[in-house]
């Protein structure tokens, strides 16, 4: 690894960000920033931060997630997603600065059979993933030195107050042991464990390899077979009833099937999904 790496890291409030400076990478300096801190939508707050903090690197973990949401609020999300990305790379490019952008599995419709690799032709079906698709493409437009990095179902125990998947079925499992959960089995994609994330994105920083890259739990699942491994290594033993997507209808269309691989060189790997369910469980 890169001994002088001098991160700005945007986004550092989240899962993804608070997963980076747990990490304990050795001799990487972290100026991060939550999203009171810099307003990624402001193109001169982003140019004046990069001059005041002079980073070396740009670790862009700053994103509107609210998926639903986002189909109400379509400028929101754009101008995070989409303005927010091209302002942050518009800079970077100024500077002459490496920048790492984190994007999503939901820039595919999902309608494919075999897992997405970083070739396949994006086609968002949701607000949210194409307002993702839009600050990928500013990124690749403006600035050489990218590291487009795709993830998918992303999970981690800090901060404490972080909303994702796992945790939501933790409370569901112990406030409905009597009646079960049920959980949709007929969407697939790879949970992806956040310091496993971090680790792979670590590695990809060292290989001026710049590009689009797909780096997400190896493998892939469904969210029935995710809570139900889960649930075992947890030791709960609520009942898990498998139901179809239009059991819970949503705002927001989901990818059927967003599994994804890599065809990249060089080929970086997380580990398997279930490896991060462990991992989380004992966290």
Request: charged letters at 15%; hydrophobic letters at 40%.
């Amino acid at each position: 690894m890169n001994s002088g790496w001098r991160v700005l890291l945007t986004g550092a409030g989240g899962q993804l960000g608070q997963a980076f400076l747990g990490a304990g990478l050795k001799g990487w300096t972290f100026l991060a920033c939550r999203q009171q801190e810099l307003d990624i939508t402001a193109l001169g707050q982003v140019r004046e931060r990069i001059a005041a903090l002079e980073p070396n690197v740009i670790i862009n973990c700053a994103a509107y997630t609210a998926v639903d949401a986002a189909e109400a609020n379509p400028l929101t999300a754009y101008r995070v997603n989409a303005t927010g990305s091209r302002n942050l790379a518009l800079a970077a490019a100024e500077q002459n600065l490496p920048l790492v952008h984190i994007s999503t599995d939901y820039v595919f419709d999902g309608h494919g059979e075999r897992p997405y690799h970083e070739f396949d032709q994006p086609s968002p079906q949701s607000v949210y993933g194409q307002s993702k698709w839009a600050g990928e493409q500013a990124v690749v437009a403006l600035h050489s030195r990218h590291y487009l990095v795709r993830t998918a179902w992303l999970y981690h125990h800090q901060p404490p107050t972080a909303k994702n998947f796992l945790r939501t079925m933790l409370a569901l499992g112990q406030s409905r042991q009597q009646e079960g959960v049920r959980v949709v089995s007929d969407q697939y994609g790879s949970p992806t464990y956040a310091p496993h994330l971090v680790e792979a994105i670590a590695r990809l920083l060292t290989t001026d390899a710049y590009g689009t890259y797909h780096l997400a739990g190896l493998g892939g699942t469904s969210w029935y077979d995710l809570t139900r491994r889960f649930y075992q290594e947890m030791g709960v033993t609520t009942l898990v009833h498998p139901v179809s997507t239009a059991a819970f209808p949503r705002p927001a269309p989901r990818p059927r099937f967003s599994v994804l691989t890599t065809l990249q060189s060089p080929e970086i790997l997380l580990p398997p999904w279930e490896e991060g369910v462990v991992a989380f469980a004992q966290a």
